[in-house]
T-cell receptor, first 109, second 116 residues
Framework: DAKTTQPPSMDCAEGRAANLPCNHS???????VYWYRQIHSQGPQYIIH???NNETNEMASLIITEDRKSSTLILPHATLRDTAVYYC??????????FGTGTRLTIIP | KAGVTQTPRYLIKTRGQQVTLSCSPI?????VSWYQQTPGQGLQFLFE???????NKGNFPGRFSGRQFSNSRSEMNVSTLELGDSALYLC???????????????FGAGSRLTVL
C-alpha cells in the first residue's frame, strides 16, 4: 500500500506556480521522497527526488519540511503541458516503490 | 542514450491464453521493475528483478511471473489470461546506488494488453 497522502485533484492557472503537497508521516530516516508525473496513457516521468534538503532542477523544486513528514513540489511557471497526474513516493534503494493515486493537476488557460 | 524499450506496444489476447512482454532497460541499469496500471486500481507493483534475481514482489497471483537475463533485459509472462488482466503494463529500469541510495526509475511507454 502507498505510504504517502496527496490531494486527489488541483487546478492552477497557466503561468502561475503550482504547489503540490504530499504527506509522508511514516517516512524513515534513510528513505527518499520521489516525484513522478504521468501524462495520459504514457509511462510515468521522473521529476525530482530528495532526502533531507530542498532540491531544484530544470523541471521543479522540492521543498521538504524539517521533520520530513511532508513535502511540496513546485512547478514555478505552469504551462498547459504540465497537466498530468503527479505521484509522490517514498522509498530507498533496494525496496519496491509503491505508487498511490496521485494528484490530478489541471492547468487552466 | 536509448530509453527503456517495451515490446509489443499493443496486443489483444483472448481469455485462457498466455502473453509474454519484453523490456529492455537503459544500458547499465541492473534493476527492472514491472507495474500494472488499470483505471480502477492505479499503478500496482508486480515485481522487481536485480541481477537476474527477483528481489521484490507485489501481491499478484502466480499467473504473473517474470525473469531477467544476464544482459538485464526482462520479460514478464501472464498465463491463463482473465478479462481483468486488461491493463497497461509498465516496465521501469534503474541504477540503484546501493541499499541506502536513491532509486530513480525510468519508465518505458508500456505494453497495452486487451483481453477479450
Amino acid at each position: 500500500d502507498a505510504k504517502t497522502t496527496q490531494p486527489p485533484s488541483m487546478d492552477c492557472a497557466e503561468g502561475r506556480a503550482a504547489n503540490l503537497p504530499c504527506n509522508h508521516s511514516t517516512i524513515s530516516g534513510n528513505e527518499y521522497v520521489y516525484w513522478y508525473r504521468q501524462i495520459h496513457s504514457q509511462g510515468p516521468q521522473y521529476i525530482i527526488h530528495g532526502l533531507k534538503n530542498n532540491e531544484t532542477n530544470e523541471m521543479a523544486s522540492l521543498i521538504i519540511t524539517e521533520d520530513r513528514k511532508s513535502s511540496t513540489l513546485i512547478l514555478p511557471h505552469a504551462t498547459l503541458r504540465d497537466t498530468a497526474v503527479y505521484y509522490c513516493i517514498e522509498g530507498r534503494g533496494n525496496e519496491k516503490l509503491t505508487f498511490g493515486t496521485g494528484t490530478r493537476l489541471t492547468i487552466i488557460p | 542514450k536509448a530509453g527503456v524499450t517495451q515490446t509489443p506496444r499493443y496486443l489483444i489476447k483472448t481469455r485462457g491464453q498466455q502473453v509474454t512482454l519484453s523490456c529492455s532497460p537503459i544500458s547499465g541499469h541492473r534493476s527492472v521493475s514491472w507495474y500494472q496500471q488499470t483505471p480502477g486500481q492505479g499503478l500496482q507493483f508486480l515485481f522487481e528483478y536485480f541481477s537476474e534475481t527477483q528481489r521484490n514482489k507485489g501481491n499478484f497471483p502466480g499467473r504473473f511471473s517474470g525473469r531477467q537475463f544476464s544482459n538485464s533485459r526482462s520479460e514478464m509472462n501472464v498465463s491463463t489470461l482473465e478479462l481483468g488482466d486488461s491493463a497497461l503494463y509498465l516496465c521501469a529500469s534503474s541504477w540503484v546506488q546501493g541499499a541506502l541510495g536513491a532509486n530513480v526509475l525510468t519508465f518505458g511507454a508500456g505494453s497495452r494488453l486487451t483481453v477479450l
